[in-house]
């Protein structure tokens, strides 16, 4: 029975200990978006749709896809390892225009917008005549 009891105690704290861990996202590679190959992407992240025609006007295409924990809780996190492999890549965020979790990012002519969630994040690359 003190064994049964010794037993229950060591499980409930694995348990709490494995449940108060943060849970972080892991990326494995990059490699380039299907809407545009400049912009590296986690080799790791599904895919979940593609945006042809959007409500917004500002908008060309975009893409969205699924990577666990990569926003944090809420997507209140930047994921700074992606965001160091899009600066290595080019791409340089223009932070005035930054809009809570939606990043703006310029390379040339281009301009894309991040938007990251808690599991989640898309990819808009913007209209040739966009203006902020």
Not at 33 to 40: L, Q, V
Not at 79 to 87: G, I, N, Q, T, V
Not at 99 to 124: C, N, P, S, W, Y
Request: hydrophobic letters at 40%; glycine letters at 8%; a negative charge.
């Amino acid at each position: 029975m003190k064994n049964f009891g010794i037993m229950f105690i060591l499980l409930s704290l694995l348990l709490l200990i494995s449940g108060c861990t943060p849970s972080t996202y892991e990326i494995t590679g990059y490699t380039g978006s299907s809407i545009n190959n400049e912009i590296p992407v986690p080799v790791n992240a599904k895919q979940l749709s593609v945006t042809t025609h959007s409500d917004n006007p500002n908008i060309q295409t975009g893409i969205k896809y699924e990577l666990k924990h990569i926003g944090g809780e809420q997507g209140l996190y930047v994921p700074s390892d992606y965001f160091e492999k899009l600066f290595e890549a080019g791409w340089v965020e223009v932070e005035e225009e930054r809009m809570g979790h939606v990043h703006f990012l310029k390379k040339r002519d281009t301009i894309i917008a991040i938007e990251i969630q808690e599991d989640t994040f898309e990819i808009f690359e913007m209209r040739q005549d966009f203006i902020f």
